[in-house]
């Protein structure tokens, strides 16, 4: 039995579509009952944030899929041990390898990787760039017009397509083979905000027209959804330079045998939602 956290989101939900079509039994940890799961996996009720919710969601489980940043992430791990657990396959980011503590998001995958190495329990890392999934972000722009506006236009980034995150951890949770291992996990070519926005121009048949953001107008439209010390963060990587990621990396291929998908394969994927 394996437990899926963040089971409805992009890189959970695959994972549990993976699992499945292996005849793997699955569980998939969702905060509501009314939460959409893939059809075939177990929902289970539980909060990461609360470990005292999750003593059901990790009974039977031999590994777990699991998100970095928890409030109480030692907690979290002594009750998957104590139930059991034997191996964890965590999620974090490139940032993690910075272990910068000034920054509030390298402080967070970096302090998530160490508590499961402290933790006794087998572990594997995924370290993935940016996601293509980010793209969808741009969907009410293009559904509003055909001019998307983006924060940092040069910015390269070997952009990840989630079902590639979602093979790869699964091989780390079916083979031990995986254990004690950091996988950095990339697409197949770095792209630009404004290269991708020119694949989707071509996937929809429309002519699209990508605008850069300037530093301050950025700031204003990240603060919406993060909290400030995050786009602070953000803004390190991209501007100060301190977090490259256009560099492609071979993981992907490594340990699934097949190369990462590109991002016009992701935008085909997923054109009906920019429609």
């Known amino acids: 039995m394996f437990l899926v956290t963040g089971a409805t989101g992009n890189v959970g939900a695959e994972l549990v579509r993976a699992l499945l079509a292996t005849g793997a039994p699955v569980r998939a940890l969702v905060r509501g009952p009314d939460a959409p799961v893939p059809g075939g996996a177990r929902p289970v009720l539980g909060d ?45 980011g490139g940032s993690a390898a910075l272990a910068d503590m000034s920054n509030p998001i390298s402080r967070s995958m970096t302090l998530s990787e160490r508590a499961v190495r402290d933790s006794g329990l087998a572990w594997t890392f995924l370290r993935p760039r940016a996601f293509m999934s980010n793209a969808l972000r741009w969907a009410p722009q293009l559904r509003a017009g055909d001019t998307v506006r983006v924060p940092f236009p040069d910015a390269p980034a070997a952009c990840v397509d989630p079902r590639d995150v979602a093979a790869v951890a699964a ?24 290269d991708q926005v020119a694949v989707l121009a071509e996937v929809l048949g429309r002519d699209l027209r990508c605008v850069g953001l300037t530093d301050e107008r950025s700031r204003v439209e990240m603060e919406r959804t993060m909290p400030a010390d995050y786009v602070e963060a953000i803004f390190r ?10 560099r492609v990396r071979p993981d992907v291929q490594e340990v699934t045998g097949r190369p990462p998908r590109d991002f016009r394969q992701w935008a085909t994927a997923h054109a009906d939602a920019f429609r």
């Open 48 to 92: 990461l944030d609360d470990p005292g919710t999750l003593a059901g969601a990790f009974e039977g489980v031999e590994g777990v899929f699991l998100l970095p940043g928890r409030a109480d992430m030692a907690g979290l791990l002594a009750g998957a041990r104590d139930a059991g657990v034997r191996r964890v396959v965590l999620v974090s």
């Open 237 to 246: 990587f991209h501007r100060d330079g301190t977090l490259d990621e256009s």
């Open 171 to 194: 091989r780390a949770l079916l083979d031990r083979a995986h254990r004690g291992h950091v996988y950095e996990l990339t697409g197949p070519q770095p792209l630009r905000p404004c």
